[in-house]
């Protein structure tokens, strides 16, 4: 389905009224759905699937995944997550988990960026250059 220039002009707009000092607030983004779908305006549902898909995108962006071979203790989870705010901003979510395939080391993946200091790929990337 092809999404006119209006609409996705549109679905910018709301999704930028939607935030908050340039954090998404979820009340907001449940009353634009809710009065869009009310309204039902022309191109309302280009503009909801737009709208979605950047509600979305951003959403994976403010979350981060910290891969540890053993748990993470709360003290370094918060300096990681002090260190990926200054980087990318207030109001990241960061959900540890344990992969003992890591064999050492961490791998965090903060939406499409992935920071990995694992000692499984340093092996694998030694086992290649043979």
Known sequence: MKISKQALREA??????CQVNGVLDEARVRR???????KKPRGYVEILSRLHRLV????????????????????QLAEVKNNLEKRYGAGLSVTPVVN???IGGLRIQ???????????TRLDKLANSF
Do not use: M, N
């Not at 634009?32 to 009310?38: C, G, N, R, T």
């Open 56 to 75: 979305r995108l951003d959403v994976a962006a403010r979350t981060a995944t910290v891969e540890g071979a053993v748990e993470i203790s709360p003290a």
């Open 32 to 38: 634009a759905v809710a009065l869009l779908v009310e």
């Open 12 to 17: 910018r707009q709301l999704f930028r009224c």
């Open 110 to 120: 903060v939406g499409s960026d992935l920071y990995d200091g694992s000692v499984k």
């Open 100 to 102: 003992p395939s890591l």
